[in-house]
């Protein structure tokens, strides 16, 4: 990548924490910095309940941030904002939600759910073109015409989830966070779907922020990829690099989990099997928040956090495996 | 291998203000002990309301069954009564979901969810009923089941709370298992153990399972058998192995195309153009005709029948037939020698 990149985003030391009770805080996010750059789509991964939803959401002041700033096109999403500048704001950003049943309103046509952006935004000027544009939407995420008079419960799980993307789309914005958009659809559609915003994102400058669980389309649609566990940002690289050379060891992990679709591959593969859960956010584990299941866990990871280090020109990686003050057993192991 | 549940042309509808949709439409199959057969398939292609009609869970109306039988230990479970249902769910066969929350009562701890099947199918005592509970959270993996079970679901993370499902479902050693897209919801990591643990389960109790599922990396991990779905009808069924290297029908050759390979990332995906029919107006023949790149005249009036490729695959698909021409496995349709990262 060269230097001419723009920032769209500037994401530094953000932090969503949620009071749970008097006495408890859950960090779901806690302290996260990266950029995003125009026309690329960052990839976010990570285990259940790493904060990559909260992460998504605060970006877009779904959330009111605990700390931190979110810079967009230079200006700080989370400072004050009049309700017409929040109105413009939230039209150049939107998002597809990951949950597909929750998201839509039971008693809407599909129709109206897909115009709803339309009509807020005073983007079309009559019914006939309000109806065109609704039908345009629904053949582009693979569904017609028919469909639209129809309610969200007559849709099987994955035609819902193609609404919310129509959803988003209608209202031409600038950059989606798309919270696992394709995690509830089949291959087949995953494939249009992906194609589309790709397409979408060429054709248009869109910037994504694509959160998922699929670590292999994760790759094939972003430039580059964040790893995220317990609050905490893991790794940054871009995605070739990431999968060619991942160097966290939940990275690790998490690339020998997925399981691949090849019989012969999957019945002689050696994974690592992480041990036991995710620790609670309300009270994470002091120093490095992996050491918990990690393989190689050292007594300093305990107490240092370990900080984000530029292992090779534009691979991140947050931990004392990689920091040349505590890993001498490490290296001479290797 | 035994064969424990036999579904004939098995056809369910819905009564819908779009009309009478045809769900499922002719669907045949066998599940035999201690095997993994995985229906994948398109989106709305009938794969749950199979699985929901092996357990008569298919609200009715607007469902119906409107042909066909499934048979389980000599019995037609589409003649049952909700009553007679009652002594078969949960006991002999049982279903964990997507989303575990559907599944698990929020306002009652794991530990009574799992006894409550006990004492009703197994006449178990209320403490023997908790002491088997113990064993169950711990045989899946739960950490300090003595404590963790008098815990209600919120309490519990989304990996453990599908456990704690899985360990309900199998609280009365079911003949069969339904899992429908049991693992979707879950991060990798804990997928892995998942999908290890039922596996293993597997070969200590010779439960059959029914995996449905859209990930292909799932069902090269754990399937023995796979039937593949699209417009309420099974496309091509075989092993494993015959659905990934020497597939025949042209839906599975679009599956498998528009996968994402880890190891190529600049192509772009082979989707399948198009989308899938209106089931409440099916086409008359082929259910992939408007999207099949092969499709001839005939495909459009007359559904194919099955034919063998071998003793274990059969696929409905006019290519097959004779009298048309030979159409080679598309190069994008290939699976082998997949690259393993990290
Ligand atoms: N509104 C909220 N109030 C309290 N806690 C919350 C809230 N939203 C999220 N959390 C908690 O914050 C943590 C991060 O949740 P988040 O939804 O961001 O995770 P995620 O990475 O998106 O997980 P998944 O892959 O399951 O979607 C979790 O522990 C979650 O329980
Ligand atoms: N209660 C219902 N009322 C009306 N139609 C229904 C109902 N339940 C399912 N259908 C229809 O039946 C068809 C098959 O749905 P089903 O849920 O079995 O699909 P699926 O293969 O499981 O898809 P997915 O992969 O998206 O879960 C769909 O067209 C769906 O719209
Ligand atoms: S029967 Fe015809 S339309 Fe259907 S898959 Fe085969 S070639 Fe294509
Ligand atoms: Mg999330
Ligand atoms: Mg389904």
């Known amino acids: 990548m060269d230097n001419t990149r723009e920032k769209l985003l500037e994401i530094k030391n953000l932090q969503k924490h949620f009071n749970i009770d008097r006495n408890n805080v859950l960090r779901a996010v806690d302290g996260i910095s990266f950029d995003i750059y125009k026309g690329e789509t960052f990839g976010l991964v990570g285990e259940s309940g790493c904060g990559k939803s909260t992460a998504g959401r605060t ?44 998201s839509l309103n039971p008693r809407m046509t599909v129709k109206d759910i897909i115009a709803e952006g339309l009509d807020i935004h005073g983007l079309v000027k009559s019914k006939a073109e309000r109806t065109k544009r609704v039908n345009e939407l629904l053949e582009t995420v693979g569904l017609n015409s028919d469909h639209g008079n129809r309610y969200p ?39 249009q779907v992906v194609n589309l915003l790709i397409r979408l994102q060429k054709e248009r400058g869109l ?16 430039d580059r990829v964040g790893v995220m566990y317990l609050g905490s940002m893991a790794e940054i690289a871009s995605s070739e690099m990431l999968y060619e050379e991942p160097l966290h060891p939940y990275t690790q992990a998490l690339l020998s989990a997925i399981p691949l679709p090849d019989p012969e591959v999957e019945r002689s593969r050696e994974r690592i099997i992480l041990e036991g859960d995710v620790p609670s956010p309300i009270n994470p ?26 292992h090779k020109p534009e691979h991140w990686v947050a931990c004392h495996l990689y920091d040349d003050r505590y890993n001498e057993e490490y290296k001479a192991k290797q | ?36 057969l995985a229906i994948v398939g ?52 049982s279903m964990i979901f997507q989303d575990p929350m559907t599944s698990l009562n929020p306002t009652m701890t794991i530990g009574k969810q799992i006894s409550e099947s006990l004492i009703k199918h197994q006449n178990m005592s209320k403490k023997d009923a908790h002491e088997r509970g113990i064993e169950l959270l711990k045989l899946v993996g739960i950490p300090t089941p003595e404590k963790r079970i008098n815990q209600y679901p919120h309490e519990y993370s989304g990996g453990m709370r599908q456990r704690a499902m899985i360990a309900i479902a199998l609280a ?75 597939p025949q029908h042209p839906y599975t050759w679009g599956l498998l195309g528009s996968m994402p390979k880890l190891d190529n990332r600049d192509e772009e995906l082979q989707a399948i153009p198009g989308s899938p029919p209106d089931l409440a107006d099916p086409p008359k023949g082929c259910p992939f005709v408007t999207r099949c790149p092969f499709a001839m005249k005939v495909c459009e009036n007359r559904m194919p029948e099955y034919t ?9 698909c006019w290519l097959l037939d004779e009298r048309a021409p030979k159409v080679e496995i598309p190069e994008s349709a290939r699976v082998g020698g997949t690259k393993v990262h990290g």
Request: proline content about 4%.
């Open chain 2, 172 to 246: 009365c050693n079911p003949k069969i298992l339904i899992a429908d897209e049991p693992t979707t919801a879950l991060d990798v990591t804990i997928q892995a153990q998942i999908m290890d643990l039922m596996k293993e389960l597997q070969e200590k109790t010779g439960t059959a399972i029914l995996l449905i599922t859209h990930d292909l990396g799932v069902v090269a991990n754990a399937a023995h058998r796979v039937a593949v779905m699209y417009g309420g009808k099974i496309v091509e069924t075989g092993d494993v192995d015959e659905i990934f290297y020497n």
């Open chain 1, 59 to 102: 970006i877009l002041r779904l959330y009111e941030a605990t700390a931190g700033e979110v810079n967009f096109h230079g200006e700080n999403v989370h400072a004050k904002k009049s309700k017409k500048e929040l109105k413009k704001f939230n039209r150049s950003m939107q998002m597809i939600f990951q949950d597909p049943y929750a």
């Open chain 1, 285 to 310: 584990p002091s120093g490095c928040r992996f050491r918990t299941r990690c393989p190689f866990a050292m007594e300093v990871c305990g107490k240092v956090t370990p900080e984000s280090i530029e």
């Open chain 1, 207 to 222: 910037t994504y922020l694509f959160i998922a669980h699929d670590l292999s389309m994760v790759k094939h649609i972003s």
């Open chain 2, 1 to 36: 291998m035994s064969k424990i549940l036999e579904v004939n042309d098995l056809s369910v509808s819905f009564d819908t203000y779009g009309g009478d949709v045809k769900a499922v439409r002719g669907v045949t199959f066998e599940l035999n002990e201690k095997e993994t």
């Open chain 1, 153 to 191: 419960h007559e849709f099987s799980g994955g035609q819902r989830q193609r609404i919310g993307i129509a959803r988003a789309l209608a209202v031409n914005p600038d950059f989606i966070v798309a919270d696992e958009p394709i995690s509830a659809l089949d291959v087949s559609i995953q494939a």
């Open chain 2, 42 to 93: 398109e989106s709305g292609s009938g794969k749950s309301v199979t699985a929901q009609s092996l357990m008569r869970l298919i609200p009715m109306p607007p469902g119906k069954f409107v042909n066909g039988s499934i048979i389980f230990k000599g019995q037609d479970l589409t003649e049952k009564s909700e009553k007679q249902m009652e002594a078969i769910r949960g006991k002999e066969i």
């Open chain 2, 308 to 316: 063998d490729v071998s003793n274990t695959q059969k696929a409905a």
